[in-house]
Structure formats: structure tokens, C-alpha cells
């Protein structure tokens, strides 16, 4: 267990449909990240969010957003879902993005929203 | 930008054999991080080693080592004693340690490994 929950564990949704992806990250942890797993995309990075502000942007589409609350947890919006939007997401954590030499700031994933849309 | 390569779709090893699991990557980044990642049939994606790229020694966690050759740019996972436990998908991950990218994890492929009995 790694400490970072999300939120449903799966999603069944239809087309055109808004669904939000909830994650908690680990105790003390203070940024969140997202990323997507498709079979034809891989893991992708979206969206980084440290202390409740946006920090880093990857191949996030506009239809998606995110926010990180005062206590840490973090949000992902999707919205007018597509077919193509079916995929694994991950929230994970990590310490802080210090970037100092002795800092792994490895981020820990937590279990992942399996979303299915239909 | 950066990128990884696992070139190895599938391998197989036997069970109490070691196995090593290839991985290339580019950078321009002068610091970077390199992780491996490990995702069994049922999703979750575990941690399992992590390299500095200014670490001189190669990083070991338990039956883990990593064979970090920095200037092939490499970074193959080696697995001891393998465990039917080990069966899984695994994924090489690199992240820069500075500039706007900092905490975006690049992931390879991956490299799906089953361990017979």
C-alpha cells in the first residue's frame, strides 16, 4: 500500500458525460500528480499541482482540468468524455519537487479509477 | 525532451534465475532521476528502485539493482532469485531534476516479465 487513494476504483460512464477522479495523496506528501494509462498512449504525464498550485502541464486536453484543495487532495475533471478517453488514470505523490542532489522525490501511485466510457 | 526505450516486449526467466530488463533514454537534462516501476495484473503501480544520474554507485534494494551506465545512457533493472511474485509488467521512468519539467515522470513502454515455475 502506498499511502495515495483515489477514488472510485472504477468509472462507467457514457459519452458526453463530466466525471471527477478524486485523490488523496500520502501524509505529508505536497504534491500530487496525474497521469493517464492507455494500450495506445502509454503513461502519459498531465498535470502536476504543488501546495494547491499548478506546477507543471503535460498532454492534458483542454475537456480535462484539475485542482489541488487546501488539504491536499486533488481533483480531475473530465469532461464531455469521448470514447477515446477510456483509459487507467493515476494520481500520485510525492514529498515536495525540491530538485537537491540528495532528493529522489520518487512520487508513490496510488491504485489508479479504471474509466470506461460507453 | 526526454525519452525511454525498453526494447523488450515480453521476457521469460525461470523461477530462482536472475533476469535483466533493458532500458535506454535520452536527455538533455544535466540531472536527472532514473526509477523503475513495477504494475502486476491487478493495476497498482509499485516502486521499486531509483537512480541519481550524479550517484557514482548503481542503486540496489534488496533482490532490485540497477545497472546505471551513464554514458550508454542505460538503466537495466536486474532481478535475482526471481519469484513467481515477480511476474508483472515493469516500466523504466525518468525525470528531470530541474527546469519547468521538474516532476514530470517520462515512461518507457514497458516490458512484461513471467517468471515459470
Known amino acids: 500500500d502506498s499511502g495515495v487513494t483515489q477514488t472510485p476504483k472504477h468509472l462507467i460512464t457514457a459519452t458526453g458525460q463530466r466525471v471527477t477522479l478524486r485523490c488523496s495523496p500520502r501524509s505529508g506528501d505536497l504534491s500530487v500528480y496525474w497521469y493517464q494509462q492507455s494500450l495506445d498512449q502509454g503513461l502519459q504525464f498531465l498535470i502536476q499541482?504543488?501546495?494547491?498550485?499548478?506546477?507543471a502541464k503535460g498532454n492534458i486536453l483542454e475537456r480535462f482540468s484539475a485542482q489541488q484543495f487546501p488539504d491536499l487532495h486533488s481533483e480531475l475533471n473530465l469532461s464531455s468524455l469521448e470514447l477515446g478517453d477510456s483509459a487507467l488514470y493515476f494520481c500520485a505523490s510525492s514529498v515536495e519537487p525540491s530538485g537537491g542532489r540528495g532528493s529522489t522525490d520518487t512520487q508513490y501511485f496510488g491504485p489508479g479509477t479504471r474509466l470506461t466510457v460507453l | 525532451a526526454q525519452k525511454i526505450t525498453q526494447t523488450q516486449p515480453g521476457m521469460f526467466v525461470q523461477e530462482k534465475e536472475a533476469v535483466t530488463l533493458d532500458c535506454t533514454y535520452d536527455?538533455?537534462?544535466?540531472?536527472?532521476?532514473l526509477f523503475w516501476y513495477k504494475q502486476p495484473s491487478s493495476g497498482e503501480m509499485i516502486f521499486l528502485i531509483y537512480q541519481g544520474s550524479y550517484d557514482q554507485q548503481n542503486a540496489t534494494e534488496g533482490r532490485y539493482s540497477l545497472n546505471f551506465q551513464k554514458a550508454r545512457k542505460s538503466a537495466n533493472l536486474v532481478i535475482s532469485a526471481s519469484q513467481l511474485g515477480d511476474s508483472a509488467m515493469y516500466f523504466c521512468?525518468?525525470?528531470?531534476?530541474?527546469?519547468?519539467?521538474?516532476?514530470?515522470?517520462?515512461f518507457g513502454q514497458g516490458t512484461i516479465l513471467t517468471v515459470h515455475p
Open positions: 521512468a525518468m525525470r528531470p531534476r530541474t527546469g519547468t519539467s521538474y516532476g514530470k515522470l517520462t
Open positions: 536527455t538533455s537534462d544535466p540531472s536527472y532521476g
Open positions: 499541482y504543488y501546495n494547491g498550485e499548478e506546477r
